[in-house]
């Protein structure tokens, strides 16, 4: 079947966790597919993993720095070049790192804000405009509960997610009031057993941070399988969901805690 005759997705972050599982549930689905990393060799594995799984969907891998605006916009073009198309865009790279705020250097939280918050614009401003010539589209953007609910020693993390919830928003409130034909999903997930944590730092002396980093990890290990967020997120998808919560019953619980905050303020 001609590539452009088939559905494509892009999704961002691939190599690995999230993005490796939503792009083999699109796999196991038929949907082509353009996957874009900054990591080789899990990029690599990735496509090998869907070759067994589904050959005869056309995977695309891209390497590409998402911090830099023109490989973000050479990757939409390419994609369209090739695939003649773009329904979903998935955007699921991010990175985490954790110390006390006013510690961490520029350098640090720009790197975080590039990977977790500004690559998701520059994809909206490279892929939009393709996707309203094709006239359809859906950009789905992975963000956290912690774009909801604030936590200690990850500020860098927090103000993206927090960013990335509230620019979802306004996407999805731009398309709707233009009446554009293109669709707009966030995911806040809890606890998903991938690398995340991997590159967290010690911070020797550092009770309160270690100790976060600690439990982190342990939650985190303990967390929901890649495969069943995947599974979660193309239904969402499916039902055309603007709010996707793979972890419902933690948001519930801690909305209840703050609205007893509030309640006695």
Same mark, same amino acid.
């Given at each position: 079947?001609?590539? /452009?005759?088939?559905?494509?997705?892009?999704?961002?972050?691939?190599?690995?966790?999230?993005?490796?599982?939503?792009?083999?549930?699109?796999? *196991?689905?038929?949907?082509?597919?353009?996957?874009?990393?900054?990591?080789?060799?899990?990029?690599?594995?990735?496509?090998?993993?869907?070759?067994?799984?589904?050959?005869?969907?056309?995977?695309?891998?891209?390497?590409?720095?998402?911090?830099?605006?023109?490989?973000?916009?050479?990757? *939409?073009?390419?994609?369209?070049?090739?695939?003649?198309?773009?329904?979903?865009?998935?955007?699921?790279?991010?990175?985490?790192?954790?110390?006390?705020?006013?510690?961490?250097?520029?350098?640090?939280?720009?790197?975080?804000?590039?990977?977790?918050?500004?690559?998701?614009?520059?994809?909206?401003?490279?892929?939009?405009?393709?996707?309203?010539?094709?006239? /359809?589209?859906?950009?789905?953007?992975?963000?956290?509960?912690?774009?909801?609910?604030?936590?200690?020693?990850?500020?860098?993390?927090?103000?993206?997610? /927090?960013?990335?919830?509230?620019?979802?928003?306004?996407?999805?409130?731009?398309?709707?009031?233009?009446?554009?034909?293109?669709?707009?999903?966030?995911?806040?997930?809890?606890?998903?057993?991938?690398?995340?944590?991997?590159?967290?730092?010690?911070?020797?002396?550092? *009770?309160?941070?270690?100790?976060?980093?600690?439990?982190?990890?342990?939650?985190?290990?303990?967390?929901?399988?890649?495969?069943?967020?995947?599974?979660?997120?193309?239904?969402?998808?499916?039902?055309?969901?603007?709010?996707?919560?793979? /972890?419902?019953?933690?948001?519930?619980?801690?909305?209840?805690?703050?609205?007893?905050?509030?309640?006695?303020?």
């Amino acid at each position: 079947m001609p590539l /452009h005759s088939t559905p494509c997705a892009v999704v961002t972050g691939a190599a690995s966790g999230i993005g490796r599982a939503i792009a083999t549930a699109f796999a *196991a689905r038929g949907v082509n597919l353009l996957l874009a990393d900054i990591d080789r060799a899990a990029l690599d594995d990735t496509v090998r993993q869907l070759a067994e799984i589904a050959p005869e969907v056309h995977v695309t891998p891209v390497i590409a720095d998402l911090c830099r605006p023109d490989q973000v916009a050479a990757l *939409a073009s390419r994609t369209f070049e090739e695939f003649g198309r773009v329904d979903w865009l998935v955007n699921c790279a991010g990175m985490l790192l954790s110390g006390r705020s006013w510690e961490l250097d520029e350098q640090q939280w720009t790197r975080l804000m590039d990977v977790n918050l500004w690559s998701v614009v520059r994809a909206a401003r490279a892929f939009v405009p393709r996707m309203l010539q094709q006239g /359809h589209g859906h950009i789905v953007n992975i963000a956290s509960l912690a774009g909801m609910l604030p936590a200690p020693w990850l500020a860098p993390y927090t103000v993206s997610k /927090h960013g990335l919830v509230a620019y979802s928003e306004t996407l999805q409130q731009e398309f709707q009031a233009l009446s554009l034909p293109l669709r707009v999903s966030v995911v806040l997930p809890g606890p998903v057993d991938t690398g995340i944590c991997r590159h967290i730092e010690t911070h020797g002396g550092d *009770a309160a941070v270690d100790g976060t980093n600690t439990y982190l990890r342990g939650m985190i290990a303990e967390g929901m399988a890649p495969d069943e967020l995947a599974r979660i997120v193309l239904a969402g998808i499916d039902q055309k969901q603007f709010w996707i919560f793979p /972890h419902a019953d933690m948001l519930k619980a801690a909305l209840r805690q703050r609205h007893d905050m509030l309640q006695g303020a």
